[in-house]
């Protein structure tokens, strides 16, 4: 993962910039978004596994609660299954798409 600034700096430019609008980025874009930051952090190394999510109190994704429960082994369980999921593809496509399983982060991208 390449080196990022440290939390200050992120702060002082959100200091000194005013927002006019208040209007939610459109959902799409937030998926495109976080699909490519996930593809970033995947290609820097494994991902946490589903077990440390959950175990942080993090909700998980229908497809990594199987995975979970799935006699696999940590390297499995460190992939990142919406990545393949019909929730990515809807998500980047459509402003509100139809997708509403608790858990997923895609779901949570959306606009309501
Ligand atoms: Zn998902």
Same mark, same amino acid.
């Given at each position: 993962m390449p080196n990022l600034p440290d939390d200050s700096f992120f702060?002082?430019?959100a200091d000194? !910039?005013?927002?006019?609008?208040?209007?939610?980025?459109?959902? $799409?874009?937030?998926?495109?978004?976080?699909?490519?930051?996930m593809?970033?952090?995947a290609a820097a190394g494994p991902l946490m596994s589903v077990n440390e999510v959950a175990a942080r109190g993090n909700k998980?994704?229908?497809?990594e609660q199987l995975v979970q429960i799935a006699p !696999?082994?940590?390297?499995?369980?460190?992939?990142?299954?919406? $990545?393949v999921c019909h929730a990515r593809v809807l998500a980047e496509?459509?402003?509100n798409p139809p997708i509403y399983w608790p858990g997923c982060p895609y779901v949570q991208l959306k606009n309501s």
């Open positions: 702060e002082q430019i000194e !910039v005013e927002l006019h609008d208040s209007t939610p980025a459109p959902a $799409r874009l937030k998926a495109t978004v976080y699909s490519a930051l593809l970033l952090e998980l994704c229908v497809f !696999v082994g940590e390297t499995a369980k460190s992939l990142n299954y919406c $990545r496509h459509f402003e």
